[in-house]
């Protein structure tokens, strides 16, 4: 056994005794040094993977290829990988109607079956036959293009889904009047708790108060458009302040030409 006695031994000595402490201390961190140094001078780290799992790092130089990590088949799962997540089971409620209209990659990104897409555009079809001589005879008498009045019902009622639509017959998010004298009114907290929107006894006096509203000063410029410039009247729309959705042309624009709407201002 040596003792180290580091104050009588001798210069050499005690640096040696020093040295072999110091190793013994960080000995590991010497390793790793010397691993990263050659990690360094190789410039070359390959990796080798089996079914997605790391299998063998291999260290590459100009000379030689060293392996110094390999893996027999039986322990590949040192690196083991994420469990798949569950795949998500639409329901068709879960979806509005003017969900694949509005956002058309929507079903394909998400794993939506044809069916649901198929439902949802029949009901947007249905609404349109439903409704489409009304949104005409509201052209001819007023001058708004019957493809933007279908397209706004559409869009505000969730093509007649919506609870407006349902409880209060109100297809166009119509709000109540200032002094309300001679209409009924309900809150439906929509962007205030203090909105108050119109009850109406039929759709077709829904239609009728939309073709109304229109032919105010706010709106009255639109009329110079015609009846075919669906997209000027959804710009004007929107400019106008119908809605507060920064997006509300845009969407009027692509419920038209999807379901193509534009033949009802013919």
């Known amino acids: 056994m040596i003792d180290f006695n580091f104050q009588q031994a001798a210069p050499s000595t005690k640096r040696l005794g020093n040295f072999l402490v110091w190793m013994g201390k960080y000995w590991f961190q010497v390793i790793v040094t010397f691993f990263l140094f050659h990690l360094y001078s190789t410039r070359s780290v390959q990796l080798t993977l089996t079914d997605g799992q790391l299998s ?8 030689t290829t060293t392996a110094i990590a390999s893996l027999p088949e039986a322990e590949l799962s ?3 990988t994420a469990p798949a997540k569950p795949k998500k089971v639409w329901k068709s409620s879960d979806f509005g109607n003017l969900t694949f209209i509005l956002n058309p990659t929507f079903a394909e990104r998400n794993g939506v079956g044809e069916d649901i897409v198929k439902e949802k555009l029949a009901n947007c079809r249905k609404y349109v036959k439903r409704y489409a001589k009304t949104a005409i005879v509201e ?4 001058g ?12 505000e009622s969730g093509a007649g889904d919506s609870r407006l639509a349902k409880e209060s017959n109100n297809h166009f998010g119509i709000k109540c009047r200032r002094k309300c004298r001679g209409c009924t009114c ?4 929509d962007d205030d708790v203090y909105d108050m929107f119109r009850v109406f006894d039929s759709a077709w006096e829904s239609f009728r108060e939309h073709s109304l509203l229109l032919q105010i000063d706010r709106y009255r410029k639109l009329k110079k458009l015609g009846k075919k410039d669906y997209k000027g009247w959804a710009a004007g729309l929107k400019k106008a302040g119908y809605a507060t959705d920064k997006n509300y042309h845009k969407k009027l624009i692509r419920i038209i030409e999807v379901l193509d709407l534009h033949q009802f201002d013919r």
């Open 56 to 63: 063998r790092i291999t260290l590459v130089s100009h000379e």
């Open 78 to 80: 040192i690196l083991p």
């Open 139 to 142: 052209m001819e008498k007023y």
């Open 144 to 155: 708004i293009p019957a493809s933007i009045t279908l397209a706004q019902g559409l869009l």
């Open 186 to 189: 309900r809150n439906y907290s």
